[in-house]
């Protein structure tokens, strides 16, 4: 059974390109959250996607911005890029079905530099 | 105040010792809470929920206080391979949702 994965695993991009980061969940998860960690900092929450909709979204700009598709797998897009957006980009998937917060399962990440 | 406050450390312990990490939290009405392990320059991986009453796995013990607004970590017989950073977690909805926010975590190095 295949857990989160996500691609590519590295990333180096130019300040003011757009990048695209993919994430497929966890066999039977349909929900995809994304997130940003910067060096010696937590996991930052970007947005989520369930059903093919952005659910909810944290404290990003609307540079930040993403899709699920019908296969629940997800992308991330982010427009003219910043010298701080170089993070680990991390997707992790849950079951939204169950009733209590579930824990998510999270891919090896996307470390994106920007120069 | 922040949403999630962990002290950073590192705690640094000689093996076979007790360690302990609190996490504070700021939301009285959040609804679940998670120990997450992070290994350096790895995706966190999910360590034990943590429930009202307490659980224990093996050397690793959480514990919720919801009257104060923590929660914490117990390892005992700390191993060398428990060396990482421990990151809480904390959800504030029921239901599925993951709008989670994780405190900056606790790095752990366990000396032999």
């Known amino acids: 059974d295949a857990g989160v994965t996500q691609s590519p695993t590295h990333l180096i991009k130019t300040r003011g390109q757009q990048v695209t980061l993919r994430c497929s969940p966890k066999s039977g998860h349909d929900t995809v959250s994304w997130y940003q960690q910067a060096l010696g900092q937590g996991p930052q929450f970007i947005f989520q996607y369930y059903e093919e909709e952005e659910r909810q979204r944290g404290n990003f700009p609307d540079r930040f911005s993403g899709h699920q598709f019908p296969n629940y797998s997800s992308e991330l897009n982010v427009n003219a890029l910043l010298l701080g957006d170089s993070a680990l980009y991390l997707c992790a998937s849950s079951l939204s079905s169950r009733l209590l917060g579930t824990e998510a399962f999270f891919g090896q990440g996307t470390r994106l530099t920007v120069v | 105040r922040k949403e999630v406050e962990q002290d950073p450390g590192p705690f640094n312990v000689p093996e076979g010792a007790t360690v302990a990490f609190n996490c504070t939290y700021s939301n009285s009405a959040s609804q679940s809470f998670f120990w997450y392990r992070q290994d350096c320059r790895k995706e966190p991986k999910l360590l034990m929920s943590v429930y009202s009453s307490g659980n224990e796995d093996g050397r690793f013990t959480a514990q919720l206080n919801r009257a104060s607004q923590y929660i914490s970590l117990l390892i005992r017989d700390s191993k060398l391979s428990d060396s990482a950073t421990y990151l809480c977690?904390?959800?504030?909805?029921?239901?599925?949702?993951?709008?989670?926010?994780f405190g900056t975590g606790t790095k752990l190095q366990v000396i032999p």
């Open positions: 977690v904390v959800n504030p909805y029921g239901g599925g949702y993951q709008k989670v926010t």
